[in-house]
């Protein structure tokens, strides 16, 4: 929010720079995002008196002698057709900076350092300045509008600087309001803060006016007042519209906000000022001499100030006249009741509307101004009553209109006056863990105007109404301490505490140790957004009817392709490939542990499951199929339990390269080469790998204890034998033949394939190293090649496998 | 006498035929070879000499066999001292010829790191678990009642605005900050309660500092007396911990829901400790995150009497201290997996 240094002077007499009052600012809860001076680009410039202007033939141009009191006197060539001799105008000396501007003379282009300048072989030793060139718009200071020079008051000092003059020398605060302080959304309210906590007297805005005795027939109703607690308004007529004064126009520029006529401007000036939106309709276009505050008819219409048409619902409040919608509540006036030049009497509108409906028919209907923002923030009625007055009050400072004796106010019984509260010092202290001084505490409530009464431990206050978050001491206790300083505040380490023991639990170290085991084996972790994109289901090419498909979807998602829960981890990881290639990666390892969301019921009725899984990614020429299951091996080692593998199919990995992953008989995942056609869609140049593997699944062995197996006593054996077998017989089913052959194999390692023309058409070798480990005694080689023989013989009743000669 | 006359010319005649022989050898191969030969007990000139000690007379054996020895022992000595000088030319061209560039490139290991996140995370939790506290992990997809309404957020209230929500359903929302665990861990678990809460959470937010899914870690602790010197105690422990040993904290009021007082903490900008710099934008103080002492209301939501108990609690950004930390500055660099942002970080 913006706030005028000169507009906070109002009410309080500040006696501190700029630089303190934004620290002061700071300490007590209000954070200045920034803080400047109006005419921060704007330097050396003063009051030149022109004491003589001389046409130079042939041009628009002057020739002028230019006195600037103690700087000096000047010659100084000007365009401007309204410089002339006896006048007063900004002049900016040699070394001074003013704004740039485009040919038009209103553009501001920049910022410029004057320097010694040449027209037409005249030289000029400075310059004569517009109100454009100074950064004073009309608004701002009367005559800077115009496309000429900038003329400054007669009695204007010669050679004194201008920005004083000018109104530049004011600070504009940009501070930053958190959200359980809407009674700070204004100027006032946050003189109020700057009084506290400089401790000096807070002035009130005049509210004073006198009511004549005219009286109209008219009626207020509100039929919706849950959705408005208070409603009031009051008749103004003999309404002349004009133009604001000067020092308004300024404020609200200051601010913001552009000035249109007194009447509009009026209610601007109390919402900057006193945080209360109000409304001036058009008396002569209110139907039926009535106003209702109800919620809209489902289809009903209404055209706003900005020429915008809305449909409206049952969910919106509009504020009627005896026949129609005049005003869609909150948020801005109809286009029929507007303020026109015409205007001659009108209805003001202060009131306090729900903001929760403010906020979703602004939302609903996309429709945002300043009143529909500040009603969001939450409005409170103590400022709703006082708004009104301050409102009638410039009305008879503006002389623009005559009070009324008709007047409502409609309310739901809410007082405007201090409630108590009473709460124990020593729990407040207890909240900080410090003791403030009781004098300290007093002096800091009385401050805040809470009218503090300290009786023993009792702390009794009247909180003013427009402090609705007081309510409990912890709402003290911050009071207390954001005036009295955290710099009081002294650090202890939970001395009261019990000791707990902590500490990752079981689950939580062995995914540390799953992740940590993924890095040695040369892959990065990477983490990516637990929602995706419909199209990542086409990616994997899954038909109509898998399960994926069913995926939550985000009511409101930024985009469509952060859309759906992820229902499986693959597609970003081959999205996270193609990008890597796409930077020229190409090769490299990536493996993500996230969650994927399962519903249980669609829309969700309760928590879907959320599945630990684990995904990996390999890519390059130097990767292929054993090199990402040797990957996945990786986690049965970390886990010290064994994996199984069976040839399987899926719908986006190649249909010879694609396993799925065993644990106990259960599937918990799969690995394989991503297709080719969704590498060439994805502009891939090298092979990618993909595995995805069920983490949940497998937290049934994280438990699982570590035991040493002692080494061997006696001498382990080792044999190699070389089978040849039909192609179609896998590793895994060899290997197991041969394992469940002899109770003495520790070990089967294959070492060699091999397929060739002289082993027979369809035919491969496998070599197998097998280690026999004995347990209780030696072996002899009888033992040994009694092994053997069983060995040869199952592999070959079996899977018709012999040894190769 | 004849014969020893004769065996003295001929054992001369032998040892100039060696050195005329050694001359001529000219790798360790050779001289390993020709030694080979002359020391062959059998055929070898000096090696076959012994054979003919039984035809010397006995009176002349010992001489004989002297004499023997005398050229048995120069003859080794000749090629031991040969096979030397070869052997060491021999090494010297072996190294010669294995002459490498030093500066080449080394051969790349494969190499992996954890992501920046889980580094962060994985210290910020290391430090709380070595306090005492335990680690709990929330779900991503909540229900408002505990992403909102426990933690003191009713449906109109404007702190909600605060926070740009991803909805699933009227009821279901992803979480969007870790304190929705809070409430789950206070109904589940009596004080005294240290839990620090690591997690994904959502708003709907994206640009270069806002992603629409980032981590927080919350921190909570409910017990008897705990105060907001505690709170500032416990988090200045932290940051020391993370940011070095001179790093100070800072505290100043703000506005959570669910705290009360709530506090924005700042830390002594560790780069220029304090004198003004980029990174703090010359202020010498960094936002790291929002604490409070835990609201009431929120406690007896849970069903903890606040006349007994009281609590702290803080959230921080994951990400933020990451970026802080090394200077990352794109929070969308941190969801990409990109090789060349992921390999740079090894903390």
Same mark, same amino acid.
């Given at each position: ?167 530049? +020398? ?164 109809? /286009? ?111 401050? /805040? ?7 023993? +431990? %009792? ?27 955290? %710099? ?22 062995? %995914? ?32 109509? +009817? ?92 970390? /886990? ?99 394992? +469940? ?7 089967? %390692? ?15 070798? /496998? ?39 | 006498?004849?014969?020893?006359? &004769?065996?003295?010319? @001929? ?21 390993? &070879? ?26 002349? @054996? ?29 090494? =010297? ?27 962060? =995370? ?5 430090? !709380? ?12 997809? &909540? ?70 899914? !980032? ?8 017990? @008897? ?38 506090? &924005? ?12 710099? =980029? ?45 802080? @930390? ?22």
């Amino acid at each position: 929010m913006l706030v005028p240094l000169s507009w906070l002077k109002d009410y309080v007499d500040i006696n501190v720079d700029p630089d303190t009052l934004e620290e002061k600012l700071f300490s007590c809860g209000f954070e200045v995002e920034e803080k400047y001076e109006v005419g921060h680009d704007i330097s050396n410039v003063v009051v030149g008196y022109v004491k003589t202007c001389e046409d130079i033939p042939d041009t628009h141009l002057h020739l002028c002698q230019v006195d600037a009191g103690p700087h000096g006197e000047f010659q100084i060539c000007c365009g401007a057709d309204n410089v002339v001799a006896g006048g007063k105008f900004p002049l900016a000396l040699i070394g001074a900076t003013v704004y740039a501007t485009a040919k038009d003379h209103k553009t501001v282009e920049g910022v410029m350092k004057i320097g010694k300048g040449k027209l037409r072989g005249y030289e000029s030793f400075g310059m004569l300045c517009s109100g454009v060139e100074l950064g004073v718009s009309e608004d701002m200071y009367p005559g800077a509008g115009y496309n000429g020079l900038l003329v400054l008051p007669e009695d204007a000092e010669v050679g004194a600087d201008v920005k004083p003059i000018l109104g530049l +020398d004011d600070y504009i605060f940009d501070v930053s309001i958190t959200s359980n302080r809407p009674d700070c959304q204004s100027i006032f309210g946050i003189a109020r803060e700057v009084a506290a906590v400089l401790e000096l007297p807070l002035k009130m805005p005049a509210l004073d006016y006198t009511e004549t005795d005219v009286t109209i027939p008219f009626s207020v109703s509100v039929d919706a007042q849950d959705l408005c607690p208070r409603y009031s308004a009051h008749y103004v007529y003999d309404v002349k519209i004009e133009q604001s004064p000067a020092w308004m126009r300024r404020r609200l520029a200051l601010v913001g906000s552009s000035s249109i006529s007194n009447m509009v401007d009026i209610t601007n000036y109390v919402l900057k000022e006193l945080g209360q939106p109000m409304h001036a309709f058009d008396f002569n276009y209110l139907e039926a001499d009535a106003i209702n505050v109800r919620r809209a008819n489902d289809g009903e219409k209404i055209i706003t100030l900005d020429e915008k048409e809305f449909t409206l619902t049952n969910n919106n409040l509009v504020i009627c006249d005896g026949k129609k919608p005049v005003a869609l509540a909150g948020i801005m006036g109809g /286009l029929n009741s507007e303020i026109l030049d015409t205007t001659s009497a009108v209805m003001f509108e202060s009131a306090k509307f729900a903001h929760d409906n403010i906020r979703k028919s602004s939302k609903a209907l996309g429709q945002v101004s300043d009143a529909s923002a500040r009603y969001t923030k939450g409005v409170d009625e103590y400022t709703t009553v006082m708004a009104m007055k301050r409102a009638l009050h410039l009305v008879e400072e503006l002389n623009c209109g005559k009070v009324s004796a008709t007047k409502f106010d409609i309310n739901t019984g809410n007082s405007v006056e201090p409630f108590e509260l009473k709460v124990s010092v020593k729990q407040v202290n207890g909240v900080l863990g410090i003791t403030v001084p009781d004098e300290d505490i007093v002096r800091i409530l009385t401050n /805040l105007d809470f009218a503090p009464v300290l009786e023993g +431990d %009792e702390l009794t206050m009247h909180i003013p109404a427009y402090r609705e978050d007081m309510q409990t001491y912890q709402d003290v206790a911050e009071e207390v301490i954001r005036m009295y300083g955290y %710099e009081h505040i002294v650090p202890t380490f939970i001395p009261t505490a019990e000791v707990t023991m902590g500490g990752y639990t079981l689950r939580q170290k062995r %995914e540390i140790k799953l992740k940590n085991a993924l890095c040695a084996a040369g892959a990065y972790e990477g983490i990516h957004y637990s929602f995706f994109s419909p199209s990542d289901l086409d990616l994997i090419r899954l038909p109509e +009817d898998a399960p994926e498909r069913t995926a939550i979807k985000l009511i409101n998602p930024i985009n469509v392709d952060l859309s759906l829960m992820r229902t499986t981890l693959a597609p970003q990881m081959i999205n996270a490939i193609a990008r890597n290639q796409k930077k020229g990666i190409l090769s490299g390892r990536i493996f993500e542990m996230g969650n994927k969301f399962i519903p249980k019921s669609l829309p969700l009725t309760e928590y879907p499951d959320e599945r630990e899984t684990i995904c990996i990614g390999a890519f390059g020429e130097d990767e292929d199929f054993f090199s990402i299951k040797g990957i996945v091996e990786v986690i049965a080692d970390a /886990l010290d339990i064994k994996f199984e593998y069976e040839q399987t199919s899926n719908t986006f990995l190649h249909p010879y390269r694609t396993a799925k992953v065993l644990c106990d008989g259960k599937e918990i995942g799969y690995l394989g080469q991503v297709l080719y056609e969704i590498c060439d869609e994805l502009d891939m140049r090298v092979p990618a790998y993909v595995a995805e593997i069920d983490l949940r699944a497998l937290t049934e062995y994280y438990g699982k204890d570590r035991k040493f197996t002692p080494l061997p006593k006696f001498l382990e054996e080792k044999r190699d034998f070389c089978f040849v077998m039909d192609k179609e017989i896998t590793c895994a089913q060899v290997e197991k033949v041969i394992m +469940d052959s002899c109770k003495y194999i520790s070990s089967i %390692e294959l070492f060699d394939v091999f397929e060739g023309i002289q082993l027979g058409i369809n035919k491969k070798s /496998l070599a197998f190293s097998v280690v026999f480990t004995p347990k209780d005694e030696e072996f002899t080689p009888e033992l040994i090649d009694g092994f053997v023989k069983k060995i040869l013989k199952n592999v070959e009743k079996l899977l018709g496998a012999t040894l190769r000669v | 006498m004849t014969e020893l006359n &004769e065996l003295s010319e @001929k054992l001369s005649a032998i040892k100039q035929e060696i050195k005329n022989e050694l001359v001529n050898l000219t790798s360790s191969k050779s001289v390993f &070879e020709y030694r080979k030969n002359i020391m062959d007990s059998k055929t070898g000139k000096i090696g076959s000499l012994m054979k003919e000690m039984g035809k010397i007379p006995k009176e002349l @054996k010992a001489d004989y066999g002297k004499k023997v020895n005398e050229i048995r022992n120069w003859a080794q000595a000749e090629f031991e001292a040969l096979d030397n000088k070869l052997k060491e030319a021999e090494m =010297r061209a072996k190294y010669e010829s294995e002459k490498i560039d030093v500066t080449l490139p080394a051969k790349k290991l494969k190499k992996g790191n954890l992501h920046p996140n889980t580094q962060v =995370r994985n210290q910020l939790v290391d430090i !709380f678990g070595s306090m005492g506290f335990n680690i709990y992990e929330g779900r991503e997809i &909540e229900t408002d009642y505990y992403n909102f309404t426990a933690l003191n957020i009713p449906q109109d209230h404007p702190a909600r605005d605060m926070q740009d929500t991803f909805y699933l359903s009227p009821e279901y929302l992803l979480r969007t900050q870790t304190s929705s665990g809070q409430v789950h861990v206070m109904e589940e678990q009596k004080p005294p309660i240290k839990i620090v809460s690591p997690g994904k959470v959502f708003r709907s937010d994206d640009d270069a500092t806002h992603s629409p899914m !980032f981590t927080q870690m919350e921190g909570l602790v409910v017990d @008897k007396g705990i105060t907001l010197c505690d709170l500032q105690g416990m988090l200045d422990v932290f940051v020391q911990k993370i940011f070095g040993e001179e790093t100070k904290t800072r505290l100043r009021p703000s506005y959570f829901p669910f705290t009360e007082p709530s506090v &924005e903490v700042d830390v002594s900008c560790f780069q220029c400790h304090g004198c003004g710099c =980029r990174l703090c934008k010359g202020t010498g103080w960094i936002e790291i995150l929002g604490a409070g002492v835990v609201n009431k209301s929120v406690l007896e939501g849970c069903g903890i009497d606040s006349s007994v108990y009281s609590g702290i609690a803080f959230g921080i950004g994951i990400e933020r201290v990451a970026m802080l @930390k090394y200077g990352i500055n794109n929070i969308k660099n941190l969801f990409e997996s990109d090789l060349r942002v992921l390999d740079q970080i090894d903390d």
